[in-house]
Nanobody
């Protein structure tokens, strides 16, 4: 079974930085898109940033210039470098991956369990 395991969340003061990592494991042929989403209390889950297998990125306006998404295809890992953090960045951050389970496709979407990021003053 394909699994996504996130790490790197925690507590940080405004202006601080954190780096999230997400490793994909399991029986798959390839990983297509990977990304990060977040959900704050009482709010819907929202896109933070995505990255394709060849490195094309899409970053939410709310974090543009502060957050950077990257991936290491050799390690099946996606990263989210978060700088200049604000209290409004507080949320559970979820890793997402679109995976081809076989050479013929069989595309599935998977989510990690989430990692808490809290920005407090």
């Amino acid at each position: 079974q394909v699994q996504l395991v996130e790490s790197g969340g925690g507590l940080v003061q405004p202006g601080g930085s954190l780096r999230l990592s997400c490793v994909a494991s399991g029986p798959f042929f390839s990983i297509d898109g990977m990304g990060w989403y977040r959900q704050a209390p009482g709010k819907e889950r929202e896109l933070v940033a995505t990255i394709t297998s060849v490195g094309h990125t899409n970053v939410a306006d709310s974090v543009k210039g502060r957050f950077t998404i990257s991936r290491d295809n050799t390690k099946n890992t996606v990263y989210l470098e978060m700088n200049s953090l604000k209290p409004e960045d507080t949320a559970v951050y979820y890793c997402n991956a679109v995976v081809s389970l076989s050479r013929r496709g069989n595309v599935r979407e998977y989510w990690g369990q989430g990692t808490q990021v809290t920005v407090y003053s």
